[in-house]
């Protein structure tokens, strides 16, 4: 009987896996040992571990893996070793819909042939002549814009005038509806099939804009003022009645630096800067813009995301300072579409002003934004695109 005991024993031992019994500790040197629980539990209390007490794995940017000792984790850290994998590892996305996630160390070389950082850049926005928004891979953007999808809002909507001059802009698709009730293509008193141009003023505000303001409001007249973001400060309330008076308002950079020497960020601040000051100085975001010496090349056109306004006629008051010059480059040669370029920030200009714009409404020109110009002459301007007349 007990033969038969210690053999039921022996065989219920021989049917446990070896090692459920054996156990595999590590010191802090380093060394690793594999004995019996038993013996484990002893050296447990005598400086030795399991492997998840004293080992963290840590990564690496280029895709490597370490087992680093945890005490000694922030030695790794400095080192450029990460706790999460997640922390060297970067998703990508391609302008097809596709992502990919790929070491950090591998980072620029698939920027480089065509993978992206954010959804964002691989997404384009379009819109729909009665007002739908859709958000399409970059891959596709051309496929959609065959089937009447469009890049900017502005080009499914139309401008509309009521009775007493208000604007509103509604999608094409509610044009005809709108008419119905009584809107306007145009602004009340302006005639598209009569000659029309479109004023502009550059540098501004200053100390002469409310000058110049007095006698387009007294002529019922509008122009378009091309700001210099770092002026809105000092000349807030000229920029506020400039929006007030139904004047457009005109992005001319932050400090009229010449655009096209500046690197991408740089030049984004100028532009964006200026939005964002004006915005918050009279509610207004500039609509059109006016890089500083009529300088731009690709990345400025790009960059600024509204229509590049040059000019026709150029008055040179910065250079003449003088009225009678100035009020004569405008009279001789003004003609239907033109857009002029004269400074409110000299008082000479004002003066000019004073008579250039009474001449101008008796020859029969209708004053009027840039804008304006650009909606009753080719129905509208388009972004990044670079005008120096409508006709
Ligand atoms: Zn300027």
Same mark, same amino acid.
């Given at each position: 009987?007990?033969?038969?005991?210690?053999?039921?024993?022996?065989?219920?031992?021989?049917?446990?896996?070896?090692?459920?019994?054996?156990? /595999? $500790? @590590?010191?802090?040197? =380093?060394? +690793? !040992?594999? #004995?019996?629980?038993? *013996?484990? %539990?002893?050296?447990?209390?005598? &400086?030795?571990?399991?492997?998840?007490?004293?080992?963290?794995?840590?990564?690496?940017?280029?895709?490597?893996?370490?087992?680093?000792?945890?005490?000694?984790?922030?030695?790794?850290?400095?080192?450029?070793?990460?706790?999460?994998?997640?922390?060297?590892?970067?998703?990508?996305?391609?302008?097809?819909?596709?992502?990919?996630?790929?070491?950090?160390?591998?980072?620029?070389?698939?920027?480089?042939?065509?993978?992206?950082?954010?959804?964002?850049?691989?997404?384009? /926005? $379009? @819109?729909?002549?009665? =007002?739908? +928004? !859709?958000? #399409?891979?970059?891959? *596709?953007? %051309?496929?959609?814009?065959?089937? &009447?999808?469009?890049?900017?809002?502005?080009?499914?909507?139309?401008?509309?005038?009521?009775?007493?001059?208000?604007?509103?802009?509604?999608?094409?698709?509610?044009?005809?509806?709108?008419?119905?009730?009584?809107?306007?293509?145009?602004?009340?008193?302006?005639?598209?099939?009569?000659?029309?141009?479109?004023?502009?003023?550059?540098?501004?505000?200053?100390?002469?804009?409310?000058?110049?303001?007095?006698?387009?409001?007294?002529?019922?007249?509008?122009?378009?003022?091309?700001?210099?973001?770092?002026?809105?400060?000092?000349?807030?309330?000229?920029?506020?009645?400039?929006?007030?008076?139904?004047?457009?308002?005109?992005?001319?950079?932050?400090?009229?630096?010449?655009?096209?020497?500046?690197?991408?960020?740089?030049?984004?601040?100028?532009?964006?800067?200026?939005?964002?000051?004006?915005?918050?100085?009279?509610?207004?975001?500039?609509?059109?813009?006016?890089?500083?010496?009529?300088?731009?090349?690709?990345?400025?056109?790009?960059?600024?995301?509204?229509?590049?306004?040059?000019?026709?006629?150029?008055?040179?008051?910065?250079?003449?300072?003088?009225?009678?010059?100035?009020?004569?480059?405008?009279?001789?040669?003004?003609?239907?579409?033109?857009?002029?370029?004269?400074?409110?920030?000299?008082?000479?200009?004002?003066?000019?002003?004073?008579?250039?714009?009474?001449?101008?409404?008796?020859?029969?020109?209708?004053?009027?934004?840039?804008?304006?110009?650009?909606?009753?002459?080719?129905?509208?301007?388009?972004?990044?695109?670079?005008?120096?007349?409508?006709?």
């Amino acid at each position: 009987m007990r033969n038969f005991m210690a053999a039921l024993v022996a065989a219920f031992v021989a049917i446990l896996p070896v090692s459920a019994t054996e156990v /595999t $500790l @590590y010191n802090l040197n =380093g060394e +690793e !040992i594999t #004995v019996s629980s038993g *013996e484990a %539990e002893r050296l447990r209390r005598d &400086g030795w571990y399991y492997f998840d007490e004293i080992y963290t794995v840590v990564y690496s940017e280029d895709g490597r893996s370490v087992n680093a000792l945890t005490n000694r984790l922030d030695e790794w850290k400095n080192a450029g070793w990460y706790e999460n994998m997640s922390d060297v590892r970067t998703t990508l996305y391609s302008e097809d819909g596709r992502s990919i996630t790929v070491w950090n160390a591998e980072v620029k070389a698939y920027l480089a042939v065509g993978w992206y950082r954010t959804p964002e850049e691989v997404h384009t /926005t $379009l @819109y729909s002549e009665d =007002g739908r +928004e !859709i958000s #399409v891979w970059n891959a *596709e953007v %051309e496929a959609y814009l065959a089937v &009447g999808w469009y890049r900017n809002p502005e080009e499914v909507q139309t401008v509309l005038y009521n009775e007493n001059g208000e604007e509103k802009a509604v999608w094409n698709a509610e044009v005809e509806a709108y008419l119905a009730a009584g809107w306007l293509r145009s602004r009340p008193g302006i005639d598209p099939s009569r000659p029309m141009l479109a004023l502009t003023f550059d540098d501004g505000p200053g100390p002469y804009t409310d000058r110049i303001l007095d006698c387009l409001a007294q002529n019922n007249a509008k122009a378009t003022f091309f700001v210099v973001g770092n002026r809105l400060g000092r000349y807030g309330a000229q920029l506020k009645r400039e929006a007030e008076l139904g004047m457009e308002i005109g992005n001319h950079s932050w400090s009229h630096a010449s655009l096209t020497n500046l690197g991408d960020s740089a030049l984004a601040s100028q532009i964006n800067d200026t939005n964002t000051k004006a915005l918050e100085t009279a509610g207004v975001c500039p609509t059109v813009m006016r890089p500083p010496y009529g300088s731009h090349n690709a990345a400025v056109r790009s960059a600024a995301g509204m229509p590049v306004i040059l000019w026709s006629i150029d008055t040179l008051d910065w250079k003449t300072r003088n009225a009678d010059a100035t009020y004569k480059a405008v009279i001789d040669k003004a003609k239907d579409g033109d857009i002029i370029l004269m400074h409110d920030i000299h008082e000479s200009t004002a003066a000019a002003v004073e008579r250039i714009v009474p001449e101008l409404v008796r020859r029969g020109f209708q004053l009027v934004t840039v804008s304006e110009l650009g909606q009753y002459r080719a129905g509208g301007l388009t972004a990044g695109k670079a005008y120096s007349s409508v006709r």
